[in-house]
């Protein structure tokens, strides 16, 4: 039987972190993934919705197990909706492992969905789409944070 994974979040960009996490995933845990694109009209985003979705469908093109998606309202509500098995999430460091475990915990509780946690490789766990905006925001060359 086959397992997918909602993998949520802005990707505003979409870091080679990111791409890690489902690249991992894939290998090793589900047989598919569905990359959600969160929309929040209050955030401000580097890159509009439409650039977001190219950008990560362009990433997966070749690849049947990988769909891209927007959604809104509760990443549970989507994730039912779609008949996800598991929402699948990555964590750079303590702060994020501490949020992520008391996100899961009530999206269990709430709808009995499980969440997936991968550790970031080292090479990529002081990359963030925030420090990648950052640096984009001072003209820095970004491309080496992406895939």
């Known amino acids: 039987m086959s397992k ?10 979409f870091t080679i972190g990111h791409k890690n996490i489902v690249d991992r995933a894939l290998q090793s845990v ?6 959600a694109i969160g ?11 439409e650039q977001r979705l190219h950008a990560i469908q362009a990433i997966y093109r070749d ?18 909706q779609t008949g996800a098995d598991f929402l699948l999430r990555g964590v750079r460091n303590v702060k994020d492992f501490e949020y992520e475990k008391e996100i899961a915990d009530i999206n269990r509780r709430l709808t009995g969905i499980e969440t997936i ?15 990648v905006r950052e640096l984009h925001s001072y003209n820095k060359d970004i491309q080496e944070f992406l895939p």
């Open 4 to 13: 997918t994974a909602i993998f949520a979040g802005s990707f505003d960009p």
């Open 30 to 35: 589900v047989d598919n993934v569905i990359i």
């Open 39 to 49: 929309v929040n009209q209050e955030k401000k985003h580097l890159f509009t919705l």
């Open 63 to 80: 690849n049947p197990h990988v769909r891209v998606e927007s959604y809104e309202g509760l990443t549970t509500d989507y994730a039912r």
């Open 117 to 131: 946690l991968l550790f970031t490789d080292p090479q990529h766990s002081s990359i963030s789409s925030s420090v």
